[in-house]
């Protein structure tokens, strides 16, 4: 609070006390005061308003500066108005109690937007865990209607060679479609793993099994996961990943599981995808890293963030700008330090690094 607008607040009060001041000479002087002591008496009233009005500037100045401090070091401001520093004014305390009913409002209806978003991400995660069992069902049921897929083929292969035919066996149609509904439904399971992530993103830490966790496993799990879209679309997969970290699997595999997708769908003419790691003296490295279309330079710094597609994802089908976003997140709640390097037209890579920690230290000492 500056000089000037604290005298300009106090404009009305200086100019009653001129007229005042003015409006007293005049009395004086026709009482026979002489010049000299009404000078006198108006020096003593300038002393005394110009004393009360640096006091007053100094303490205001003081609590509004001790209020400021208050507001900028609290987290959450809207309890200010139970921080605020005492004041013995009536107008500071009225102040203060109008704050408190308007923050105890304000902290009702937080509590309402949080119960109901909180009852909102119990209903999609248990929404999320009842379609999963359908869904698994499907994916059984493909998976058992491919099963004699390879004493077909020789059944097959054998009644084309007796009678060569045009037509196609009804089995190779039905593994066929079998297949594309299997793969279909993994589709739906990858978006519908997204959505309990990200419901449950805010508060990872409640489903957290930290472990020793093979990485070459948990890739190779992802991969199986995605067998059939990588068959589909002939991307060749080099896993080389000796190292075992501290972390939770569940989650490092969805991150993965997140990469594999992203790397097939912008995948080039012979997708080739790599998965390694490397030990250095802070930690271990892994990269996952392909030879497709790559990201435009001026785009590789928005790819983590939220519904960011890129002109790589408006030249493709169903890109959410979710994926990345999500693994980004979900690093930063893992303590995983996420990155990613790409040239366009070259092929990407993504590298999660996992920090060495004192419990890790003390594991392998």
């Known amino acids: 609070m500056s000089v000037r607008a604290f005298l300009k607040d106090r404009f009305l009060l200086l100019v009653l006390h001129l007229v005042c001041m003015g409006m007293l000479s005049i009395f004086l002087r026709l009482t026979g005061y002489n010049g000299t002591n009404v000078a006198i008496i108006l020096l003593f009233w300038v002393v005394i308003l110009t004393a009360w009005l640096a006091v007053t500037y100094l303490g205001r100045r003081k609590y509004f500066e001790e ?75 493909c ?136 030990r250095g003296k802070d930690g271990v490295s892994l990269t996952v890293e392909d030879n497709g279309v790559g990201i435009r330079g001026e785009e590789i710094s928005r790819i983590f963030e939220k519904g960011f597609t890129g002109s790589n994802g408006r030249d493709h089908e169903r890109a959410t700008g979710m994926g990345l976003y999500l693994c980004r997140k979900l690093c930063g709640r893992l303590g995983i330090g996420l990155r990613a390097e790409s040239k366009y037209g070259s092929g990407t890579r993504m590298q999660l690094h996992f920090p060495v920690g004192n419990f890790t230290g003390r594991e392998q000492d």
């Open 67 to 141: 209020t400021g401090r208050i507001l900028e070091n609290v987290d959450r401001r809207y309890l200010l108005g139970e921080l605020l520093p005492a004041s013995f004014r009536l107008e500071d305390r009225l102040y203060r109690d109008m704050i408190r009913r308007s923050n105890k409002s304000v902290i009702e209806r937080i509590r309402q937007i949080e119960t109901s978003g909180q009852e909102y991400r119990e209903y999609i995660e248990n929404w999320v865990h009842e379609v999963k069992a359908p869904l698994t069902g499907i994916s059984l049921l």
């Open 143 to 278: 998976e058992n209607g491919r099963q004699p897929e390879h004493a077909s083929a020789a059944a097959q292969m054998a009644a084309s060679a007796a009678d060569p035919g045009p037509a196609p066996h009804p089995d190779a149609r039905m593994r066929e479609t079998l297949r594309a509904v299997s793969m279909e439904n993994q589709r739906i399971e990858n978006y519908v793993d997204m959505a309990l992530y990200y419901a449950r993103s805010e508060n990872v830490y409640k489903d957290f099994i930290i472990r020793r966790t093979s990485l070459q496993e948990i890739a190779e799990e992802v991969l199986e996961k995605n067998r059939l879209l990588l068959i589909k679309n002939g991307v060749r997969a080099e896993v080389d990943c000796p190292d075992a970290v501290y972390t939770d699997g569940k989650w490092i595999a969805f991150i993965l599981n997140q990469l594999f997708l992203n790397c097939v769908k912008y995948r080039s003419a012979q997708p080739v995808l790599c998965v390694r790691t490397k």
